[in-house]
């Protein structure tokens, strides 16, 4: 028997069970059956609660996209240029903790040959770009650097290299420093 629960504490509940599922299975993969029965309530309710299976993903996906952007803007607050990507940084080492939500935006950007969900995550990777380059002003090819080192922690994370003793995975892991993205300016660039 389902525990009586409030809507909005439901409706967390729901999608905490369902970051799980969509992170691990991804959109097709992922059963809303199976996370009606962990929630303890029907798959009715969940559909009632979100409308579709492909509109659930897409709160979850947006939502792990969001958390990223937030807390990188959070983090550069109160510094510009490479000061601010170097604060971006340390914070996104912070964020792989949750690998769920790293694996949810992989699960996105694999889910992108679906238009809709290609719309959602080019406008929540657009967010993501926009949030690193308005704040620290710098240029294209850093900011592109900065988002690609990014997007290979998310696979270590995916991958979880920390549980490997290989060169490779180590490689993988190696924090962003100061002084990282030195080398990259607009006239090396060109």
Request: charged share 25%.
């Amino acid at each position: 028997m389902a525990q009586r629960m409030s809507g909005a504490d439901r409706r967390r509940q729901v999608l905490g069970i369902a970051a799980k599922e969509f992170a691990e299975h991804g959109l097709h993969g992922a059963s809303t059956e199976a996370v009606a029965r962990e929630a303890g309530i029907t798959q009715a309710y969940v559909f009632r609660m979100f409308g579709t299976k492909k509109a659930l993903f897409l709160e979850l996906v947006t939502s792990a996209f969001d958390r990223v952007s937030d807390g990188m803007l959070s983090a550069g607050e109160g510094s510009t240029g490479r000061d601010s990507l170097e604060h971006m940084g340390a914070q996104y080492y912070d964020l792989l903790a949750d690998r769920h939500s790293l694996l949810l935006q992989l699960q996105g950007l694999a889910a992108c040959g679906d238009a809709e969900v290609k719309a959602v995550v080019r406008e929540r990777f657009a967010k993501m770009w926009h949030t690193v380059a308005d704040t620290t002003d710098l240029d294209p090819v850093t900011v592109k650097t900065f988002l690609a080192f990014g997007m290979l922690l998310n696979v270590g994370a995916a991958l979880n290299v920390d549980d490997l003793d290989e060169s490779w995975a180590e490689g993988i892991r190696t924090r962003i420093k100061p002084g990282l993205f030195d080398h990259i300016d607009d006239d090396t660039n060109r």
